[in-house]
């Protein structure tokens, strides 16, 4: 995502089934969580969710003198600073200690794919949730520096842990949604560099989690074409 801390930001944003993106990677972390809340792992993904304020506007105050009369007056030292993460979400039960686990857990974590959790956390209602920052494999910008500033300070002031996801390294500790095996505009065979690529059903036979939930994989790439 870009940086929300300046006023007159810039960002170019990118459609998917009447959704607001930022980039192509948000849209591959969307395909991702879609196919979960298809599955029922899912109950809410909010894109772009309310901005945490991280800290207040500083203003200098002076007194400016006119030619009959004096005038107080102030400037702007520091900007406001708030920040606004990619995606919001909020899990069923069945989805602890398979995609996401909550930051206290104690959970041992092992070699198997499944392990690649999203750290998430409890609110006083009981809803298991998680924000992400989504991430390039390449930062040319180096906005993930920013990102892990803004994560440590969400933190700090909130008690709110950011996860910092890079969708194809998360994909190939998970699995590959349907639609990321076609490119974008033309949908034809995407080539993936990552080395471990396996379809959500896949992914559920290999960690033993098919049972209870429709196979829906015909279904999402028949939605392609």
Do not use: C
């Not at 400016?64 to 606004?84: A, D, G």
């Amino acid at each position: 995502m870009t940086n929300r801390t300046t006023t007159n930001q810039t960002t170019i944003k990118m459609t998917e089934q009447n959704l607001k993106l930022d980039s192509d990677e948000e849209m591959y972390f969307y395909w991702w969580l879609k196919e979960l809340k298809e599955r029922g792992f899912i109950k809410h993904i909010e894109l772009q969710p309310s901005p945490f304020s991280l800290s207040e506007s500083l203003k200098s105050s002076y007194i400016e003198q006119l030619k009959t009369k004096e005038k107080t007056s102030s400037e702007e030292l520091m900007p406001k600073h708030i920040y606004t993460a990619d995606v919001f979400i909020i899990w069923t039960e069945y989805a602890l200690n398979k995609f996401t686990t909550l930051i206290d857990s104690k959970i041992k974590k092992t070699s198997s794919r499944s392990m690649q959790f999203i750290i998430s956390q409890k609110n006083d209602k009981g809803d298991i949730y998680s924000f992400v920052e989504v991430k390039p494999s390449f930062d040319q910008n180096n906005m993930t520096r920013l990102a892990k500033l803004n994560q440590k300070w969400v933190y700090e002031k909130h008690g709110i842990y950011v996860n910092i996801v890079i969708p194809e390294k998360h994909f190939n500790k998970s699995f590959t949604p349907a639609r990321y095996f076609f490119t974008n505009k033309s949908k034809v065979a995407r080539t993936i560099k990552y080395k471990n690529v396996i379809t959500i059903d896949t992914f559920f036979k290999e960690n033993n989690m098919i049972e209870g939930f429709e196979n829906k994989e015909d279904d999402i790439l028949n939605t392609l074409f």
